[in-house]
């Protein structure tokens, strides 16, 4: 079960974010539904999970994209774990912990991106585009995230105690 669940989000999400949610963009914002998925995997089934599925999620972006190779899957791997290892040691998982811990790894995503893109990056572009770039995307990626995480926790059994 947990294979084909694997499975589909890595053949479905990839394309899914590069074809259709490239015409549907709020404001020119897309969510990033890899990092979320992986992030959420992470908070729900724990670290290891959250890994697996982060690095072939990462390394199916890296193959289909023009962005440096690599990246894609140390960031979505390591956001993976670090969503499980965090959620592990929370006394209280709740929606409002998805979306701090949402919000947290998108701005730390954005900024390894927004360094990497550019060849090195000073202060003050880092600051001219957090409010304007980094900050937009990462509040709307915990609001994708938070919505997941309530359809996750109504409708699934398992973790409608979370």
């Known amino acids: 079960m947990k294979t084909g669940i694997f499975l589909g989000l890595i053949l479905f999400l990839v394309p899914f974010q590069a074809t259709v949610l490239g015409s549907i963009s709020?404001?020119?914002?897309r969510p990033d539904l890899c990092l979320i998925a992986?992030?959420?995997m992470g908070f729900f089934t724990g670290q290891i999970q959250g890994f697996v599925l982060g690095f072939f999620l990462g390394f199916v972006q890296d193959l289909f994209s023009a962005s440096d190779l690599w990246l894609n899957t140390?960031?979505?791997?390591?956001?993976?774990?670090?969503a499980g290892?965090?959620?592990?040691?929370?006394?209280?998982?709740a929606s409002h912990s998805a979306f701090l811990?949402?919000?947290?790894?998108?701005?730390?995503?954005?900024?390894?991106?927004?360094?990497?893109s550019r060849g090195g990056l000073d202060l003050v572009e880092l600051l001219q585009?957090?409010?304007?770039?980094?900050?937009?995307?990462?509040?709307f990626d915990g609001?994708?995230?938070?919505?997941?995480?309530?359809?996750?926790?109504?409708w699934t059994p398992e973790f409608s105690s979370v």
């Open 85 to 93: 290892l965090i959620a592990r040691n929370l006394a209280n998982t």
């Open 129 to 139: 585009g957090f409010p304007a770039v980094l900050l937009p995307q990462a509040l």
């Open 101 to 116: 811990l949402m919000v947290a790894f998108s701005l730390f995503s954005g900024v390894i991106f927004l360094m990497t």
């Open 26 to 29: 709020p404001f020119g914002i």
């Open 143 to 154: 609001l994708v995230a938070v919505g997941l995480y309530w359809v996750i926790t109504r």
């Open 74 to 82: 140390i960031t979505k791997s390591g956001v993976g774990f670090f």
């Open 38 to 40: 992986a992030c959420l």
